[in-house]
């Protein structure tokens, strides 16, 4: 399917668990983004990746890893779930620099850790 | 740093009414501005840009103009139907070199039939 999908959907784990979330775009857009999406905070930017093997930190980047050794993918692995990062995360990719053009989003991942 | 402050929600309307939200920024440089929308579980979607100032955008009956002056990015819209019913996001991306899109926390707009 073209466009922007993510997986899973839906997410319960434990504290202390490790869980990846995966996110992929089939519109060989260079820049992904992963947001974490909190009551009273809005959007927040984890990470970001301008093309392959190129990523850099957002806001509130702890605690999380990322890579991007295709183009298409843009994984997020929590290394050590807790309790703060249930949220609902939205990954979203560019063609490019995002100064004009819009980002594409996902239609997201809801996480619950227990 | 760059933010965006958008007003609080929610907001609740009845169809046909007049809606604003308001939205004020803060930004370095010369910000393309955007206004972005969530229907109910779904991710964010573009609604409509500005990219210099006095510029409107506009999108599916909603209007909004970007004032440098006031630095302001208020989003209306003259008659809301129940499907505009969604959460709505202002954000801005600066053209000092940032990829990144800041938004504000987001304003859930609720009209009733």
């Known amino acids: 399917d073209a466009g922007i999908t993510q997986s899973p959907r839906y997410k319960i784990t434990e504290t202390g668990r490790q869980v990846t979330l995966m996110c992929h775009q089939t519109?060989?857009?260079?820049?992904m983004f992963w947001y974490r999406q909190d009551l009273g905070h809005g959007l927040r930017l984890i990470y970001y990746?301008?093309?392959?093997?190129?990523?850099d930190k957002g806001e509130v980047p702890d605690g999380y890893v990322v890579s991007r050794s295709k183009t298409e993918n843009f994984p997020l692995t929590l290394e050590s779930a807790t309790r703060s990062q249930t949220s609902v995360y939205f990954c979203?990719?560019?063609?490019?620099?995002?100064?004009?053009?819009?980002?594409?989003f996902g239609p997201g991942t809801r996480l619950t850790v227990t | 740093g760059n933010s965006v402050t958008q007003m609080e929600g929610p907001v609740t309307l009845s169809e046909e009414a007049f809606l604003t939200i308001n939205c004020t920024y803060t930004?370095?440089?010369?910000?393309?501005l955007f206004w972005y929308v969530q229907y109910p579980g779904e991710g964010l979607q573009l609604l409509l840009k500005a990219t210099k100032a006095d510029d409107k955008g506009s999108n599916k009956g909603f209007e909004a103009t970007y004032r440098k002056e006031t630095t302001s990015f208020h989003l209306e819209k003259g008659s809301v139907q129940v499907s505009d019913s969604a959460v709505y996001f202002c954000?801005?991306?600066?053209?000092?070199?940032?990829?990144?899109?800041?938004f504000g926390k987001g304003t859930k707009l609720t009209v009733n039939p």
């Open positions: 930004a370095t440089g010369y910000p393309s």
């Open positions: 519109w060989s857009h260079s820049y």
């Open positions: 954000a801005l991306s600066d053209r000092g070199g940032s990829e990144k899109l800041v």
């Open positions: 979203a990719s560019s063609p490019r620099a995002v100064l004009d053009y819009e980002q594409y």
């Open positions: 990746s301008a093309a392959a093997d190129i990523t």
